[in-house]
T-cell receptor
Framework: RKEVEQDPGPFNVPEGATVAFNCTYSNSASQSFFWYRQDCRKEPKLLMSVYSSGNEDGRFTAQLNRASQYISLLIRDSKLSDSATYLCVRDQAGTALIFGKGTTLSVSS | NAGVTQTPKFRVLKTGQSMTLLCAQDMNHEYMYWYRQDPGMGLRLIHYSVGEGTTAKGEVPDGYNVSRLKKQNFLLGLESAAPSQTSVYFC??????????FGPGTRLTVL
């Protein structure tokens, strides 16, 4: 049973494109949500936290909709360096994290 | 400040052999975790610890044991390795159970 669902992709976009990833989760008790980025054969790294009010970090915008149990990540003006796998994550009882399987993005020139 | 380190980086075992993976963190984090990552399965939690001397089972604990004798170290043991345990193992730590910092991973092959 996987409690965080993501479209695995791959999403293939040209440089400069805007791309959006979606994620749904099944545990309404979760308090914290994150997007992690994982490059090929590397460890996951935190990209950004996700708040109900929405938050933006440069070209990246994350949104949380608790009523629909839905999280999104928007990447504007895609760069070649954005090519990676993006992991949607929710917390579990404040002690552990549950990771989605990831969405793969490939940005081409 | 090295963050989270893992030893070894690569290992090949024969079925039935045992080994211990070592994770160390220098950030004074209370929480530590062991995950395995397999193609198409994503990251799955094996065991975790919320403090020195405590451990708890995650999603896929069978075939693994852990120990947290020191705050900075979290050991993952395989008593009798099986081919199904071929995977990439990641260790992570966090201060309050939220943002986790990951080590570089250990690539284990069991023949």
């Amino acid at each position: 049973r996987k409690e965080v669902e993501q479209d695995p992709g791959p999403f293939n976009v040209p440089e400069g494109a805007t791309v959006a990833f979606n994620c749904t989760y099944s545990n309404s008790a979760s308090q914290s949500f994150f997007w992690y980025r994982q490059d090929c054969r590397k460890e996951p790294k935190l990209l950004m936290s996700v708040y109900s009010s929405g938050n933006e970090d440069g070209r990246f915008t994350a949104q949380l909709n608790r009523a629909s149990q839905y999280i999104s990540l928007l990447i504007r003006d895609s760069k070649l360096s954005d090519s990676a796998t993006y992991l949607c994550v929710r917390d579990q009882a404040g002690t552990a994290l549950i990771f989605g399987k990831g969405t793969t993005l490939s940005v081409s020139s | 400040n090295a963050g989270v380190t893992q030893t070894p980086k690569f290992r090949v075992l024969k079925t039935g052999q045992s080994m211990t993976l070592l994770c160390a963190q220098d950030m004074n984090h209370e929480y530590m975790y062991w995950y395995r990552q397999d193609p198409g399965m994503g990251l799955r939690l094996i065991h975790y610890s919320v403090g020195e001397g405590t451990t708890a089972k995650g999603e896929v604990p069978d075939g693994y044991n852990v120990s947290r004798l020191k705050k900075q170290n979290f050991l993952l043991g395989l008593e009798s390795a099986a081919p199904s345990q071929t995977s990439v193992y990641f260790c992570a730590s966090s201060s309050q159970g939220n943002e986790q910092f990951f080590g570089p991973g250990t690539r284990l092959t069991v023949l």
